[in-house]
């Protein structure tokens, strides 16, 4: 079949009426090839004509016959023509020499309204071929030869035969028969009454298969319950052809089928005898005769092909006659099952079937609906006809009337799904909770514990197993969260109603996820509409979008977001998609600035360009409103990084000079003191360099060295032993690859070390740190020495320094002194921590340990 389309019009006919006297005028011009016939009605007299005007003279006749395409006058000589006169149209369709197209038959609405119309169509093919004939939904329904269709287009198909013409049937539009295809030669007649407007179906016309038998027809049945009658060719007066006829029917799925043979008159065969073929799906077929049981509660497409036997046409020997019907019905027996609800406050399910196509059928208390709602607190009776499981969506939600922000306990249970005691195999694909509140106030959502809220965004997006809607009162979307292990947000509060919804990721069933997915809890108003408390991971950036992003904030309304940085880190904040309105009134702002309310704030509106990355050295928030837009929206995407704060050198230095210039204060009036004191055993001398006598002094946090270098031998190197066996012989040869302790000089005896040994990663130091070991002959030196200015000899410092530097750490957290704590490490704070533990201990060192070594270092 070609593809082109050739619409053919019958009877576009340029037509005057002119009513002079009692005659009628009309000019008409037939189109070409088409044939205009203007004939007597059976059964009128002769007391009208139809005349044709040719030039001055007019032929006169019952009859006319017009076949040139060209304008002529046609008169009648009666008031009323259309009451004496019908007017035939016909057109041949001869796709028998040419190569036949489908082709599209429209008879033109307008004409001849005052007569009866009938419109035919000559059809022709290649003998031992069929013409097909397509009908464009809805298709054809099958009529009675005697009856005549309700909208009083009947249409009529003929085929001339070896043996004459046979009706194969009458038609009607609006019904199942998609295509009919029939045998060689015949005709398509369209009756339209007079007065009738004519508003016909499309039909194309094609060259179809070869020849299976007198007539083909394709039927495809509706869904649910449907009856549908079929007549044999030349119904009632009998068909005598020994030819078969073929019913293809397209059946729903979940839908029987039953054919029954109503009215069926045997022909009286000759030879052979009819039968009747069967073919279900593709592979059973099977074969009964017409006065047997036909197949009934059969699923899927079938076709029927009725053989007819070879009878000889006699006036008084019947043909073939046989009228059947097809009824199809649901396949399917009803599921039954009850909901009670009456004991989970606030629930309530919706099941809605999302195929439209379905012939699913749900009931609730028996009623029919679309979508089945029970409401919380009832009990129902569902019933669902052929609904598959997955067309269906089962939907909860339960309404929590959140307690009062002045009630004692202001905190809602957690959030999880209910076991649905249903009976129904339909999986849960959603479950919102409202949290309803009863005064002006705010709900906090937590994530439940051992994990944090992730905020779904193009670039990080949820891929946990559910998903979390939050939404705000009115039903606008905050934005899509999943409760995750690397989460960032640790709290959101929302100003009034909110309803969480949650949804499945990669699974399919909620119902399996117990949960819990959110705590609540409510606390009083606050000014913002939305705060989140977020906490940035060291590992990754994370993401701060506006409610409802991509769309826009809602008019006048605000967010904030506190966000709280870890010690010895930075913040790096990057607008990194802004959406900005025009504003009708107000303005949007945007503003940062450190929690403590001490430093400095930024802030940016609607009119000014968002700058480049904000870095905030301390936990801060950042603050959005927008105003009320007059076009475009407010929406905003940040970014933030966390970074390692760089060590200010010149800081560390100044300190670490302070820090040296102290010691070496406290060195000479020490070495004062010593001098003054040589020769004598002293127990105070002791004293100066005991306290919790640590190499942890600011000296031991030696500048340059990295964390890593420092802390790699502390524990590693000294086992308590080796220490000890130094502070006892001293000629024994170390094991230690500190070269403090291995050189097993006086150094060594310092009691100081001991004590403190097992809590304290004391020995943080590497062998330069205890330069000092190597400087038997005057221990002091080191301090004047510029070399070792970083290297500073702890042992000596005094008790007082270190207390001082625990302290001061702590308040110079971001400061250079930083350095002391990363270098050598938790020493200072421990120290501090644990003095009144050590201190005993090391008054006992002290006591038990003499200081001739001491003595000797000196
Ligand atoms: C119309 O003309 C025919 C013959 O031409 C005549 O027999 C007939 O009576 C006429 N009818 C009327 C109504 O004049
Ligand atoms: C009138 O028509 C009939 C057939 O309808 C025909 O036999 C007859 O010759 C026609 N008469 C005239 C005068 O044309
Ligand atoms: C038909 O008659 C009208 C006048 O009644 C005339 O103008 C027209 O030319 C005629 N047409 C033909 C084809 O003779
Ligand atoms: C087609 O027929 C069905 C019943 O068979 C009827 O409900 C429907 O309205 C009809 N449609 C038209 C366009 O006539
Ligand atoms: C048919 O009618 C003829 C006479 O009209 C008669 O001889 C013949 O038997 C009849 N056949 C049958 C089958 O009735
Ligand atoms: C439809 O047919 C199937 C088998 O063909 C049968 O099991 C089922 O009961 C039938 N349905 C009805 C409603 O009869
Ligand atoms: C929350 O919902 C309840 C019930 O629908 C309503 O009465 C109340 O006004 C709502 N509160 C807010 C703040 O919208
Ligand atoms: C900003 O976000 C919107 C919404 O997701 C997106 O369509 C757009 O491409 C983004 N623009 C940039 C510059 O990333
Ligand atoms: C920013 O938001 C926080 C939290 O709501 C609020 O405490 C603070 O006052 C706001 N700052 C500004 C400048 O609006």
């Given at each position: 079949m070609g593809s082109c389309v050739f619409p053919v019009f019958i009877g576009l006919i340029l037509l005057q009426i002119h009513k002079i006297s009692e005659c009628h005028k009309i000019e008409v011009t037939p189109d070409s090839g088409t044939i205009i016939e203007f004939s007597k009605k059976a059964g009128h007299g002769l007391d009208c004509s139809v005349c044709k005007e040719e030039g001055p003279s007019e032929t006169c006749n019952s009859s006319l016959k017009l076949t040139e395409a060209q304008p002529t006058n046609v008169t009648f000589n009666c008031s009323?023509?259309?009451?004496?006169?019908?007017?035939?149209?016909?057109?041949?369709?001869?796709?028998?020499?040419?190569?036949?197209?489908?082709?599209?038959?429209?008879?033109?609405?307008?004409?001849?309204?005052?007569?009866?119309?009938?419109?035919?169509?000559?059809?022709?093919?290649?003998?031992?071929?069929?013409?097909?004939?397509?009908?464009?939904?809805?298709?054809?329904?099958q009529i009675k030869p005697s009856e005549s269709c309700p909208d009083k287009h009947t249409y009529i198909i003929t085929t001339y035969q070896r043996v004459g013409l046979t009706n194969i049937g009458s038609f009607c539009r609006n019904g199942t028969i998609s295509r009919i295809q029939v045998l060689y030669k015949g005709r398509v007649t369209l009756e339209v009454p007079k007065g009738t407007d004519l508003n016909p179906s499309d039909i194309k016309v094609s060259m179809g298969p070869a020849a299976t038998g007198v007539v083909e027809m394709d039927v495809k049945l509706p869904r649910g319950a449907f009856s549908v009658d079929f007549f044999t060719p030349d119904y009632l007066t009998g068909y005598y052809d020994e030819q078969?006829?073929?019913?293809?029917?397209?059946?729903?799925?979940?839908?029987?089928?039953?054919?029954?043979?109503?009215?069926?008159?045997?022909?009286?065969?000759?030879?052979?005898?009819?039968?009747?073929?069967?073919?279900?799906?593709?592979?059973?077929?099977?074969?009964?005769?017409?006065?047997?049981?036909?197949?009934a509660n059969k699923q899927g497409d079938f076709s029927l092909t009725l053989t007819n036997c070879d009878t000889k046409k006699v006036a008084n020997v019947s043909g073939l006659s046989l009228n059947f019907n097809v009824e199809v019905f649901r396949s399917g027996t009803p599921y039954l099952c009850t909901v009670d609800l009456r004991n989970e406050e606030g629930l309530s399910l919706q099941i809605e079937n999302k195929n439209r196509e379905s012939y699913c059928e749900m009931s609730l208390n028996s009623v029919m609906q679309e979508k089945i709602v029970v409401p919380a607190g009832t009990k129902a009776d569902l019933s669902f006809f052929d609904c598959p499981v997955q067309d269906l969506q089962l939907t909860a939600t339960k309404v929590i009337d959140?307690?009062?922000?002045?009630?004692?306990?202001?905190?809602?249970?957690?959030?999880?799904?209910?076991?649905?005691?249903?009976?129904?195999?339909?999986?849960?694909?959603?479950?919102?909770?409202?949290?309803?509140?009863?005064?002006?106030?705010?709900?906090?959502?937590?994530?439940?514990?051992?994990?944090?809220?992730?905020?779904?965004?193009?670039?990080?997006?949820?891929?946990?197993?559910?998903?979390?809607?939050?939404?705000?009162?009115?039903?606008?979307?905050?934005?899509q969260f999943c409760?995750?292990?690397?989460?960032?947000?640790?709290?959101?509060?929302?100003?009034?109603?909110?309803?969480?919804?949650?949804?499945?990721?990669?699974?399919?069933?909620?119902?399996?996820?117990?949960?819990?997915?959110?705590?609540?809890?409510?606390?009083?108003?606050?000014?913002?509409?939305?705060?989140?408390?977020?906490?940035?991971?060291?590992?990754?950036?994370?993401?701060?979008?506006?409610?409802?992003?991509?769309?826009?904030?809602?008019?006048?309304?605000?967010?904030?977001?506190?966000?709280?940085?870890?010690?010895?880190?930075?913040?790096?904040?990057?607008?990194?998609?802004?959406?900005?309105?025009?504003?009708?009134?107000?303005?949007?702002?945007?503003?940062?600035?450190?929690?403590?309310?001490?430093?400095?704030?930024?802030?940016?509106?609607?009119?000014?360009?968002?700058?480049?990355?904000?870095?905030?050295?301390?936990?801060?928030?950042?603050?959005?409103?927008?105003?009320?837009p007059k076009s475009d929206r407010f929406a905003v995407l940040s970014k933030i990084s966390l970074q390692k704060e760089i060590k200010k050198f010149l800081s560390i230095i100044l300190a670490i000079v302070g820090a040296l210039l102290l010691l070496v204060i406290i060195a000479v009036i020490v070495v004062c003191v010593i001098r003054k004191r040589k020769n004598k055993p002293n127990n105070n001398r002791s004293s100066i360099f005991m306290p919790r006598g640590k190499p942890v002094l600011p000296g031991n946090a030696s500048f340059p060295k990295t964390r890593a270098d420092n802390e790699s031998h502390v524990y590693a190197s000294i086992d308590d032993p080796t220490m000890y066996g130094h502070l006892v012989d001293k000629n024994q040869p170390a094991e230690v690859d500190s070269g403090a302790w291995s050189n097993g000089h006086q150094v060594d005896a310092y009691c100081p070390f001991q004590g403190p040994m097992d809590s304290v990663p004391a020995a943080t130091d590497s062998s330069a740190e205890y330069s000092l070991d190597r400087r038997e002959g005057d221990a002091f030196q080191p301090f004047l020495n510029p070399p070792n200015t970083f290297n500073l000899p702890k042992p000596r410092s005094p008790l007082i320094l270190q207390g001082s530097l625990g302290f001061e750490d702590r308040r110079m957290m971001d400061n250079a002194l930083n350095t002391f704590k990363s270098v050598g490490d938790i020493n200072p704070i421990r120290l501090s921590a644990d003095e009144s533990k050590l201190q005993p201990q090391m008054d006992s060192d002290l006591d038990s340990y003499p200081e001739p070594e001491y003595e000797e270092s000196v």
């Open positions: 009323q023509p259309g009451d004496v006169f019908n007017v035939a149209i016909k057109q041949e369709i001869d796709c028998s020499t040419t190569d036949c197209s489908i082709i599209a038959v429209h008879p033109d609405s307008t004409r001849f309204l005052e007569f009866t119309r009938t419109f035919n169509w000559h059809l022709k093919v290649q003998s031992g071929k069929m013409f097909q004939l397509d009908f464009p939904s809805p298709g054809m329904r078969k006829m073929k019913w293809n029917f397209a059946v729903k799925p979940m839908h029987n089928f039953t054919v029954r043979f109503q009215h069926y008159i045997p022909p009286e065969c000759q030879k052979k005898t009819v039968m009747c073929d069967y073919a279900l799906g593709d592979k059973t077929s099977f074969t009964v005769a017409p006065t047997e049981t036909q197949p959140c307690p009062s922000v002045s009630a004692r306990d202001a905190t809602g249970p957690s959030l999880t799904i209910p076991t649905l005691d249903l009976n129904l195999p339909v999986p849960l694909h959603q479950f919102t909770w409202l949290l309803r509140l009863r005064d002006q106030s705010t709900v906090d959502l937590m994530p439940p514990k051992g994990s944090s809220l992730h905020q779904s965004v193009p670039d990080k997006q949820c891929n946990e197993r559910v998903s979390l809607l939050i939404s705000e009162t009115e039903g606008s979307s905050i934005g409760s995750a292990a690397e989460g960032t947000i640790q709290k959101i509060q929302i100003k009034g109603n909110v309803s969480i919804t949650v949804t499945p990721n990669n699974i399919k069933d909620l119902s399996q996820e117990k949960g819990p997915f959110l705590n609540f809890g409510i606390s009083p108003e606050i000014t913002e509409n939305v705060i989140y408390t977020v906490s940035p991971l060291i590992s990754g950036p994370m993401y701060l979008a506006t409610p409802n992003w991509p769309d826009g904030m809602n008019p006048s309304s605000s967010a904030s977001w506190i966000i709280t940085i870890p010690q010895e880190y930075k913040a790096e904040l990057l607008f990194s998609n802004v959406s900005k309105p025009k504003c009708d009134s107000g303005h949007t702002e945007v503003s940062i600035g450190p929690l403590d309310s001490q430093g400095q704030t930024q802030s940016w509106r609607e009119d000014q360009s968002f700058t480049g990355p904000v870095v905030q050295q301390q936990s801060f928030y950042l603050n959005m409103s927008n105003c009320e």
